[in-house]
């Protein structure tokens, strides 16, 4: 039928080019089928969280949710290892206590998402959808208190987000090329965030605007915190020992009682440290 069709585009006796082109795109797309979907839908999703028995934690260890709207669901402490979250609609999702090692969140809407006692080992967080307007309201961000982040990734704005407690251990935080896209919301914003008591041991963070953001009684021993924002930080009683510190700004910064001041790398490249608070 397609190939009757487009035969009988002609000029001049000669096939249209157009028309070639056209046959060529129908035959790929008959050859490819369907567009890859989820595995699950979200109803299906909805469904396995609600029937499961009390107790028991719903598996979905390694399916392909991307994209699907999942928000407001309680997942009940759900099993999401290495998880295709890609695009999915967390809002207001209770996800506290559930394992999602290894997870792609990336470009995920979790606005007021609670990944409170999560695992979110080695997973990856890039450009998510945080905000739910412009303005940047603290009160849309994810809840990350005592979440398991180590080695994760992280590219994200999010001011005002609450890390309190988490284990960032090797964690990457900072913006990347994603492809290059454009008109994507700026990735390297946490202004006003609070690291109180997180371990960020040998964490790689780098050109983040963390202005007045909290860091009190943290761990960032042997982190890499180069060309950061660092403005009316606090980092009282805060374990910096070793810490690479090049290129990032220090005005206003709070360091009272800060451990580790003598062993910091790049403190010559460093701006405004002589305007820290003591």
Excluded: C
């Amino acid at each position: 039928m397609l190939m009757t069709k487009f035969a009988r585009l002609r000029f001049g006796g000669a096939v249209s080019t157009l028309a070639v082109w056209a046959l060529a795109l129908a035959q790929a797309l008959l050859i490819a089928g369907p567009a890859s979907a989820a595995d699950l839908s979200a109803r299906e999703v909805t469904q396995s969280v609600f029937r499961a028995e009390a107790g028991v934690r719903v598996d979905f260890t390694g399916k392909d949710l991307s994209n699907l709207d999942l928000a407001g669901l309680d997942f009940k402490s759900a099993i999401m290892k290495n998880a295709n979250l890609y695009g999915v609609d967390l809002s207001s999702a209770n996800l506290t206590g559930a394992d999602l090692a290894g997870a792609k969140l990336d470009r995920a809407i979790v606005i007021k998402t609670n990944f409170s006692g999560a695992n979110l080992e080695g997973a990856s967080i890039r450009k998510p959808s945080v905000f739910s307007s412009g303005g940047f309201d603290y009160a849309d961000v994810p809840l990350f208190e005592h979440t398991n982040l180590k080695g994760a990734r992280i590219s994200a704005r999010m001011d005002g987000a609450n890390f309190k407690g988490a284990d960032l251990t090797g964690a990457r935080i900072g913006p990347e090329d994603m492809n290059s896209e454009s008109g994507m919301a700026p990735s390297s914003f946490m202004m006003g965030s609070d690291f109180t008591g997180a371990i960020l041991t040998g964490a790689d963070i780098r050109e983040v605007n963390f202005t007045f953001a909290r860091f009190k009684g943290a761990i960032l021993t042997g982190a890499r915190l180069t060309d950061l924002d660092l403005t009316n930080a606090d980092f009282s009683d805060a374990d910096l020992t070793g810490a690479d510190v090049s290129g990032s700004n220090f005005d206003g910064a709070k360091i009272s009682g800060v451990k580790g001041l003598g062993t910091l790398k790049g403190l010559g490249t460093a701006k405004n440290f002589d305007k820290v608070r003591k």
